[in-house]
């Protein structure tokens, strides 16, 4: 049985958390960075949560989603002992697990909270759009300029461009009110055109593919029993990758992410159990490349502060996928795998069993990160992270709540 009666203490909590996250900054602290305000509030609100369920018995029953995700946070626990650099691991994993403890355990045990708590995030959201463009209009709009404008509040368009996606999903599940502009349907669509126009600005074009698949993926399950509208989408699919294809030229950025697409396999082939530690890949994929695979903006040592003179260079793997095999080896890549297909499968099971749109909205948005996430990783980042675990908690609750009524699944 779900705890709904969420305490106010908390939920006030949340929603100052929410409210600030799009905002947060990274600020360094000697040794240390520090993503501010949305890591200390983090913290709060994981403390506060724990004390929350101390205080009630009836807790939601683990189903297979809650497993999986479980199970690959503590995949990741359990690589951090056998990290090649234990302090860059135990940190990283400290915040990971927090954010999967806040906004997946949380949301979970408190549904009640998630469309409250997503319309604060989505309107802030505006906000931080409203500065990017601004920031982005100083510079007359030029295109590269459109990679730092969303700077210092994302680390670079890619992210930034991410969220808007999964947000834009997301906007249908925003809780009604009385309000004259939202009983005339007025609110909404204004949102969706801010984010669209500034996911046109953004020029990340990992972003776009991504919400064109998701939607057309959308509209292909919704309008299934009529199979023109099938057609319809599978030509509009096949003329994006065609146009996507003739975009895409081996530039730099490109070549780049095939330098580390490459050297995170030969990572695996040296440690394929546990990989090399979580966050490690920035600092160990280095040795790991070859002259002939290298461009002008790879590195041959690790980036000690971000900032617009070293963009798009050092980091991650640009891959969800292999930074898990390379960081947790072949275990925490088939964990990883298994997360994002049963909850893909879930979330359209559940959709074409109860015709709901608001059990296929988090599906398309999850569908948007796990596309985007072939050719980028920024779960890492708080903004990503509780979305995806939102949506993931959203549908493991729809999957209890499934059991609880029909008394299987």
Known sequence: MQVDAVPNWLFRLYQLLFLLLPWSVEADFGAWK?????????????????????????LPKPNTLVWLAGSWVGWQVLA????????VSWKYVLVDAGQWWVFFA????????????????????????????????????????????????????????????????????QPFN???????????????????????????????????LAGCFGLALYFRKYWRWGVSVGVLALCTGLFFQKKIQPDVSTQERLNRYACALRMAVDRPVTGFGPGTFQFQYLPYQHPEEMTRISLQVPVQKRGPDNYGRGGGAH?????????????????WLSLVIFSLWRGVRLF????????????????????????????HDARVAALMWGCLALLAGYE??????????
């Open 178 to 212: 009385n309000s004259r502009f939202y009983r005339k349907g007025m609110l909404i669509p204004l949102q969706a055109g801010v984010y669209l126009i500034a996911l046109i600005l953004a020029a990340s074009r990992a972003a776009w593919l991504s919400l064109i």
């Open 319 to 335: 891959s969800e996928y292999l930074q898990a095999l390379a960081e947790t080896g072949w275990p925490g890549l088939v964990l």
């Open 352 to 379: 074409m069993q109860t015709r709901q749109t608001t059990w296929l909205l988090p599906s398309l948005a999850l569908l948007s990160f796990f596309l985007h996430a072939l050719a980028n990783n920024f779960l």
């Open 80 to 87: 951090s002992l056998f990290s090649s650099m234990p302090v």
């Open 106 to 173: 949380g949301l979970l045990c408190f549904p009640a909270m998630w469309p409250w708590l997503l319309r604060l995030f989505s309107w802030s959201m505006v906000g931080v759009v409203a500065y990017t463009i601004g920031h982005h209009a100083f510079f007359h709009f030029r295109a590269d300029q459109a990679l730092l404008s969303p700077m210092p509040f994302f680390s670079d368009h890619t992210v930034y461009s991410a969220v808007l996606v999964m947000v834009l999903c997301c906007l249908g599940l």
């Open 400 to 409: 209890q709540e499934s059991q609880n009524v029909k008394g299987k699944m």
């Open 34 to 58: 520090l993503t501010v305000p949305a890591e200390p509030l983090i913290a709060m609100a994981g403390i506060g949560l724990a004390v929350a369920l101390v205080r009630h018995r009836n």
